[in-house]
């Protein structure tokens, strides 16, 4: 079984400080990692995405992720936070192989302030 | 092109009544999904199809039933709404096989049941 856990409800950050949400998995065999952003009253964004190769990953809006095999986490990191990065955050996963299906984490609410 | 769209927007029923909701996708995507997210709860997969004709149950499938006559569409109907029932439900698309892809999302319907 695969699962996704996302230990915070919420991250509160000040504007132009970096930011971190967090986002550990459970898979078996290699993981195929994702982080998708949803803005208020819209559907599910993708972000970003980690298959193999480097660990660092760059994605959308200045959005990156590090992927760490040792401690199965894959954070999602912006050197520098804006307002208009508030938003709800997922983290995915699946396996490499079988089912195509991604497991979703609860989510976590990213609050920017001024 | 427009991507994943889902109709209705919005819909209040009443405690046994029934109704579908629409998806369509013009990406040639040959998965589908439906998910409801309910708050906190990140979001639950309803069911899943893989292409035209094949359909299989997901996290969440008592009180639903899916269909998929062409690779376009993907309705979710519901028999006998039910309170439990009341979320946001979201349609997404994906195209799996020989590479990974990310999922698409539609804007989202948001079912009130009273």
């Known amino acids: 079984a695969q699962s996704v856990a996302q230990p915070e409800d919420q991250v509160n950050v000040a504007e132009g400080n970096p930011l971190t949400v967090k986002c550990t998995y459970s898979v078996s065999g290699n993981p195929y990692l994702f982080w998708y952003v949803q803005y208020p009253n819209r559907g599910l964004q993708f972000l970003l995405k980690y298959i193999t190769g480097d660990n660092l990953v760059k994605g959308s809006y200045g959005f990156e992720a590090e992927f760490n095999k040792s401690q199965t986490s894959f954070h999602l990191k912006k050197p520098s936070a804006l307002v208009s990065d508030s938003a709800l955050y997922f983290c995915?996963?699946?396996?490499?192989?079988?089912?195509?299906?991604?497991?979703f984490g609860r989510g976590t609410s990213l609050i920017v302030h001024p | 092109n427009a991507g994943v769209t889902q109709t209705p927007k919005f819909r209040i029923l009443k405690i046994g009544q029934s109704m579908t909701l629409q998806c369509t996708q013009d990406?040639?995507?040959?998965?589908m999904y439906w998910y409801r997210q309910d708050p906190g709860m990140g979001l639950k997969l309803i069911y899943y199809?893989?292409?035209?004709?094949?359909?299989d149950k997901g996290e969440v499938p008592n009180g639903y039933n899916v269909s998929r006559s062409t690779t376009e569409d993907f309705p979710l109907r519901l028999e006998l709404a039910a309170p439990s029932q009341t979320s946001v439900y979201f349609c997404?698309?994906?195209?799996?096989?020989?590479?990974?892809?990310?999922?698409?999302f539609g804007p989202g319907t948001r079912l009130t049941v009273l």
């Open positions: 995915a996963v699946r396996a490499s192989g079988g089912s195509y299906i991604p497991t």
């Open positions: 997404a698309s994906s195209y799996e096989g020989g590479r990974t892809d990310t999922q698409y």
């Open positions: 990406m040639n995507h040959n998965y």
């Open positions: 199809s893989v292409g035209a004709g094949i359909t």
